[in-house]
């Protein structure tokens, strides 16, 4: 079992949250390591030496091209230089290997773009996508989430109702048709939903549903549970400060995000060799 | 050959940007559309094969689960017009930018020089619109002319083969590498000829002493060894008017001012800088002693103050008043992303923790003509909000605290404040990070974007005629990703020690950046045709003074030059090696190996003459209104809970993103529902560690009215008074005053000159002893001056307006207090006195008059007030704590109770007052400084009173578990209102917009 075993952050091209993800990381359990993109490209660095890799959240190129779009083809068609493998290539042994992917808002969104989400034909073929709130506009506020059970989702094991800042303006989850929305809720892919505060049931209500996400999703994963991609940020509640309430209700110390990096690193430890 | 790739949302799939349109063309213009669809449009003009286009398309282009794309014609479709708006040549497109870069990762190829993608967006309009509404649809809503060009195409007679042909924006200029000589010999009039043709805005005796100096014999020898002429040549000049612009010297507050009051004393004051702002920091400093915090002020970007023994802020307010009336998206997001450079290049560098942001604009309901040149305010609001969006959001800074202010005389200019706070490390690479010199032998290097011709002479209107290929001067739009990819890289360089000081390219551009660093040596080489470039045609002059964005300059020893240029070029960035820093006493300009500028560093820099002004105070008599109306108390305070200054922001605020960084503990709203006013926020920017940061905003313009020295006073008592409310230490505060004005020098054209300079005079004064009785320092600050527009007849000033930020530690952010009402049963508590003080309330300017009372501020007995109140934080006693501002008493209780869902019951007949005649239009809405309305538990009563023995202080109420605020006057009742009442017309105002 590994003691501590390692988390990456990919930084660079306008991601911002790699500060507060490295603390959930460590946070988590992990030993948590920024890396900026130009040292995988440059060969000095390799996904294989890390077990758990972050897409975080920020702006890569500014989503000039629509979230996420251009560093999706980036690492589609990057090659790391010496070796001349292609990142992509890098990636899907990762992932081959069982390694578990956590992406955050534009992880999320960089995540579906490139076809690792919801990644039920397991082809790389787009088949859902992230798209422009319903109320046109970036909004940064807190939401209530519900996590499945039932999911096989690695990250919310024995989550129920969290609290959970979004802060994004492409944050609706659409899907190319009704059957890839049967298969998500068959295979219990939908691991997070945005719920009423007051009844807890999911909810299309804005704000509540704060971007009319189909099926009130706001995070989904892979058939495995290992990949996982949601809207809201975790590792912006590490404590109870981080909460918009905290100087009038009552909080546990350990902010909400916090379990989603110890059921990886508890996975990890467990799952891995 | 160039092809335009157009993409489009499929049917069915929901246009959020097209329904935006549809509001905004109601909101705006009044015209009533039934539907906009948008399209992406990409004008691709790379040498690519037919396979790469369509895989080009089909990829970074598309997201095939919504959108369909079409290369060489247009998508089909039915509608009444197409809108299509793209760039004009030379205006960054930050879009097109990212659509190249995909395109060369497609093809595995740098684009060559001259290739390129250029964006546009079409809009698809349906709806009952001719072609003059067309027009008037893109000029009022959909593009600026100044940065935009557009084609208007009815569907009658649309010919598809016409939007089939590409457009392609690429600048044309010809020539370039030109040096002329300025001939300078001739009479004023020649002097001020040039000065006026140029754009130098150099005044007489200015242009003279340029003059005399090339007339010394002993420059014009040294210029010969060069083989330069006795006359300057246009580079030469040019870098003297921007190194002596009032922008960068400072000259009206440098300026050596008579001063004469109503009484017809005189005073004389050698800077107002010198004698105000230096000297309430020498003092205060002085006080301090140990406690002293100060690191660094005035001489760097930002000012520096220490956190903790690891740790140092850095802090700095701009504005960016100009480019924002022209383009406010562009402007306010080159204002952000600017302000950004500031903290970023002082000392050796700071990583920026946090944005925060002040506008003042016009009424965005404004409904009667406006003057020529002027855009509405509804639309300079959405345009400045859009822009602070865009460059705090995407370059991962969060928007922790602002305001906006409102009043008419902005319409003219609006103001545009932007602040950013930094953090660095107290030892960088084994030297303490706030200092930093180039040292004699160090390159010269220039980082990250090119340049173009953006921003020559900042926002002065181009008088050169606009041609078809001529790039756009005036305004510049900002670029946050290539300033990220910039910060990323330079944060590495900084931590491995490869330079010796860095600062930004702003106002000035090198000839400013270079400048300045060269006084660290003692002069400079700088090669100007090492420069990288946007476009090929530029003179020397113009890369010298261009304000292109996204550059920052560094000094790099040679020993380290190599490893600097390999991790720049590593992480995708561009670095210059432009010249060598020296000792030579002169700033050495060169283009390709010839000599284009040699200027003594000393006269460079001392040169410059000293302004002498006329000040003098002669204020307009003013008085009170006499009797007023009888108006149901209630009714008055849901009028003014939807006042535009009192009103809920957070349709605006919501937009930014103020968590990210992971340090947010008081965010911009608080409350039960998230939803109450906070007074400040509070961040935690060591993610280990509960050590904050608090910080505030201060701004009266309205006091202006009466007497500025009042309004600067409350200004400062506004920012500490809130700082203190969230729980910040007023011991360890620091703060920046900035001043924007309206032209206060005596002309022909502005012939209330001395009067406006008095109130400069008079502000300087009071933010002078506000400060230093409040033990503040100031770290740093900036004027902008000439807030007029003057077109024909037409003559708007804005008021004089003093914006002062404070910043500071609270040692646990665990000990934070917000503004919401907490629990039923809890006492209340006002501190320190009201009075009659309803001059420049909000209450006076609901019924349209001004009066005299304005709030005086009593500096000892308020800073005794917040020192105990801060210590009572720190002992857990206060639960809430909100100040009383913009409508007084009423206003503030009725915020706390409806933010916190928790009703209140008060009688006035408790509020501790000064003087005897407060009628209850006094008590209920006096604007009176520095009072705080606090919430105590019942059984920690005594401990808080204890701690405020030395104070005036009033029990005035209880929490009631009933949701209503009622409000009586002994026995009689005079509010009695619903928290959902009130909330709802505290909300509803900008809630639509």
Redesign the interface.
Known sequence: MLARPKAIIITGNGTNCEREAAEACRLGGFEAFKVHISAILSGEVCLDDFHFLNLTGGFLDGDDLGSAMVQANRLTYAVVKGSGEKVREQLDRFIGKGRPILGVCNGFQLMVKMGLLPGMAGSGERVATLTFNDSGRFEDRWVDLLADPSSPCIFTRGMEKITLPVRHGEGKFVVRDEGILEGIESRKLAALRYVDPLTGLPTMEYPHNPNGSTGCIAGICSPSGLLFGLMPHPEAYLHRVNHPRWTRQSLPEEGGGVPFFKNACEYVRQALP | MAVRVEVGFRDG??D??G??VVREAREMARIHLQNVRTL?VYTVDVDLSPEELVRIAS???T????QEFSIGKPLPGRFDFILEVGFKPGVTD??G???G??VS??I?RSLAEGEGVYSSIQYRVTGNLDERDARRLVSQVLANDLINRWEIIPWEGFDPEHLSRPEIPRVTISGGGKVSEVDLEGDAAHLMEISRSRLLALSLREMEAIQGYFRRLEVARRREDYGLGAAPTDVEVEALAQTWSEHCKHKIFNARIEYRDEKGGTERIDSLFKTFIVEATRLVRERQGERDICLSVFKDNAGVIRFNDSWNLVFKVETHNSPSALDPYGGALTGIVGVNRDPFGTGMGSSLLFNTDVFCFASPFYDRPLPPRIIHPRRIFEGVVEGV?HGG????IPTVNGTVVFDDRFLGKPLVYCGTCGIMPSVIAGRLSHLKGARVGDRVVMVGGRIGKDGIHGATFSSEELHEGSPVTAVQIG???TQ??MT?FLL?ARDEGLYSSITDNGAGGLSSSVGEMARDTGGVVLDLDLAPLKYPGLDPWEILVSEAQERMTLSVPPENLERFMALSE???VESTDLGEFTDSGYFHIRFAGRTVGFLEMEFLHEGLPQMELVAEWDPAPSAEPGVLPLEDPGEVLLDLLGRLNICSKETIV??????????????P????K?DGPSDAAVV?PI??S?EGVVVSNGIVPRYSDIDTYDMAANAVDEALRNFVAAGGDPSAAAALDNFCWCDPIQSEKTPDGAFKLAQLVRANRGLFDAVTAFGIPLISGKDSMKNDYLVGETRISIPPTLLVSVIGRIPD??V???M?L?KEGNFLYLLGETSNELGGSEYYARIGCVGKNVPRVDFEGALKRYRAAHRAAREGLVR?CHDCSDGGLAVALSEMAFS?DVGAEVDLSAVPVRGSDLDDAALLFSESASRLLVEVEPGRAADFERLMVQDRWGRIGVCVARPHVLICRDRRELVRLSLDRMKESWQKTLREL
């Open positions: 799939v929901r959020p940007r329904e935006r992406s990829g970074p282009f997201d095939p689960v919504i930050n879009v930018r990212s659509a870069e995909a990762q497609v595995g969006e959001n995407k370059s991962g670029d946050p990703i990220k990819r990323d590495e590593k992480m995708g919501r937009r930014y993103d103020h968590e990210v960084q992971g340090g947010s503990v008081v965010k709203f608080t409350g039960a998230d935690r993610l280990d509960f952010v665990r934070a207090v917000t919401d907490k809430s916190g």
